[in-house]
């Protein structure tokens, strides 16, 4: 027990010098950026007409004139008071903004995430079975094929197919144009999520299908499986193959969240779904930087939380580690 | 007397494709005879890559597909088919393999030696055969990583007689232990035998295979070269192939004669 303590502080230790590092990182970025925040959100034709005066109280807003050191500590130092600022664009607190809009996409989130999981999964073990044969070249085809394809690609494929020949699903936006907020349904969010989350759950799909095939095949190549065959064993495939395919699949599961993240932010602007991946995008181009932060550090930990949930499981499912690490 | 296992004239080779269509025929096994009967030891030596392990994949059908096998293969009497070997494998005929590594490192012992039955008869039954082997009722909640050398052969033991064997196939169980718990392992198949199954002890190992065999069986390079008593070998009685003699001469103590 005490290990695993350890183990777990050690890793907290470690997020909070990744957190720091990737708050500064897209800091310095977005602070080296040739965009000018005032330029962008307020027009040129607009800037033009004002007064020094006006433009001086909207060069501080924009915290053009602050130096960029003294920017970064003051949000770091109301950051680890839990204080993030408020979003410049939005006009009120990120935590707020970077609350809202991972809820919704929370889901296109978790729909992608689970259903790249148990297709890629279900792909492999079906692949690393037929290991030569068609269902094995079938599937290995279509994992290379779509790990080769942009994900942005894809989108507007499936946009074009579906929204605007068949125009069976929306063409963008997670509610229909002019809802009122109350009057949606869930069936219609899901309609509308179900492309973007189709999209984003191809992203991770082929990894986890060709890394499960390499598995099956390893494990089916082992010793421990002729021997099983050797004694007449039934259910070789639920008994041995998959109590040792589900270690590794685990690992690749929570290891794919920041894969999946990352695809939101260009399959969220396709779609025009706003969620987190569009805000980032909104933040970055318009120089809003505490939103900027707050998003990054917000994905960061998400990613972070993932390998952290995946190396703990290990370590519970996983009896040589378990037992291994309880007799030392 | 009748026995239990007839192998006549197997072969075993391997189709290799190499370089475009061009096929090569491997041969690994040519003309491998013998015979193993109820209530003895039939010892099998051979230097290591001789045919050893694909003779006792032969007998249970679990060659890979690539392999080609001919002779016959008899086993109480009638042709051992690989429909009749898929019935008898892991009732009558039991397959003895090397070492930890042929267990599921994921399973716990006894779940593995009960091959996943839960019922009460297979729960008696495995305390059994444990039991028999000095393995307590701890040793059912081990994984394979956390036994010794010697107590994971005697797991693999315990698997094989789960089921009342009349055919133990045992390859190469011994690598890697102390001599005296090798000569304890031994011992158990010995056991086995006076209780009336036909062993199968296939080693590279001649002198351990002296010490328990009530018969020896010698393989070179795919062949069968010689069968004989263990007696008869130590005596250097009628040993009619080159490589059994210079086997015959390697024993230290055969040098001073
Ligand atoms: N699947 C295979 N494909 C090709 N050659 C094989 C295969 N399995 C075994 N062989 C060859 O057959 C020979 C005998 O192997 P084996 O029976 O494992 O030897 P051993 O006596 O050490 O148990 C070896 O030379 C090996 O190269
Ligand atoms: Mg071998």
């Known amino acids: ?328 | 007397m009748e026995s239990i296992l007839t192998v006549e004239q197997l072969s075993v080779s391997f189709t290799r494709y190499s370089r475009g269509l061009a096929r090569t025929e491997l041969s690994a096994v040519r003309d491998l005879s013998l015979t193993v009967e109820p209530g003895r030891v039939t010892a099998l030596v051979g230097e290591s890559g001789s045919g050893k392990s694909l003779l006792a994949h032969a007998i249970l059908h679990l060659l890979p597909r690539n392999a080609q096998v001919s002779g016959t293969l008899l086993y109480d009497g009638a042709p051992l088919t690989r429909d009749r070997a898929e019935t008898l494998r892991g009732r009558e005929i039991a397959l003895i393999p090397q070492g930890v590594t042929w267990l599921d490192p994921m399973m716990k012992v006894g779940p593995q030696v009960r091959r996943g039955r839960v019922d009460a008869a297979s729960r008696a039954r495995c305390r059994e055969v444990l039991d028999r082997y000095g393995l307590g009722p701890q040793v059912e909640e081990l994984y394979p990583f956390e036994l010794s050398g010697g107590m994971a052969r005697r797991v693999l033991i315990a698997c094989a007689v789960m089921e009342r064997p009349r055919l133990i196939v045992a390859d190469e169980p011994t690598p890697g232990l102390d001599v005296r718990t090798a000569k304890r392992i031994l011992g158990h198949f010995r056991e086995l035998a006076e209780e009336g199954a036909g062993v199968l002890f296939i080693t590279h190992d001649l002198e351990l295979a002296l010490t328990v065999a009530h018969k020896l069986v010698v393989l070179y390079e795919g062949q069968t070269v010689e069968e004989l008593s263990p007696t008869r070998f130590r005596a250097g009685e009628g040993l009619a192939h080159p490589y059994t003699r210079a086997l015959w001469h390697a024993i230290p103590e055969n040098n001073f004669l």
């Open chain 1, 1 to 328: 027990m005490l290990h695993r303590l350890q183990f777990t502080a050690k890793k907290l230790v470690r997020m909070a010098l990744l957190l720091l590092g990737v708050s500064l990182t897209a800091f310095l970025l977005m602070d080296a950026s040739p965009l000018d925040p005032l330029q962008t959100n307020v027009g040129q034709a607009a800037l033009g007409a004002m007064s020094p005066d006006q433009v001086a109280k909207l060069e501080d807003y924009w915290g053009v004139n602050t130096p960029a050191a003294e920017r970064y500590l003051g949000w770091l130092s109301s950051a680890l008071r839990g204080d993030l600022g408020t979003s410049l664009l939005y006009r009120r607190p990120v935590l707020e903004v970077v609350g809202q809009r991972l809820g919704s996409s929370l889901w296109l989130l978790l729909f992608a995430w689970a259903a790249s999981g148990a297709l890629g999964l279900a792909f492999g073990l079906i692949a690393g079975t037929h290991r030569g044969r068609w269902p094995d070249r079938l599937i290995r085809g279509f994992c290379l094929t779509l790990s080769s394809t942009p994900s942005f690609w894809l989108a507007l494929l499936l946009l074009m197919v579906f929204a605007v020949w068949l125009e069976v699903l929306p063409i963008g936006l997670s509610v229909p144009i002019g809802a009122a907020a109350e009057s949606v349904t869930l069936a219609q969010r899901l309609r509308h999520a179900l492309l973007p989350a189709l999209t984003l759950s191809v992203t991770g799909l082929s990894n986890i299908a060709l890394h499960t095939r390499e598995k099956v095949a390893d494990v089916l190549d082992s010793d421990y499986i002729l021997f099983a065959r050797a004694r007449g064993e039934g259910h070789i495939l639920r008994r041995h193959v998959l109590r040792n395919v589900a270690l590794p699949a685990l690992t690749l599961q929570f290891a794919s969240i920041g894969e999946i993240i990352g695809g939101s932010v260009l399959v969220e602007q396709v779609f025009s779904y706003p969620g987190l991946g569009q805000a980032a995008v909104s933040a970055g181009l318009g120089g809003d930087m505490p939103l900027l932060l707050g998003i990054t550090v917000a994905t960061a930990a998400l990613v972070f939380g993932g390998n952290l949930a995946a190396d703990l499981l290990y370590g519970v499912i996983d009896p040589r580690i378990r037992r291994g690490a309880a007799r030392t």
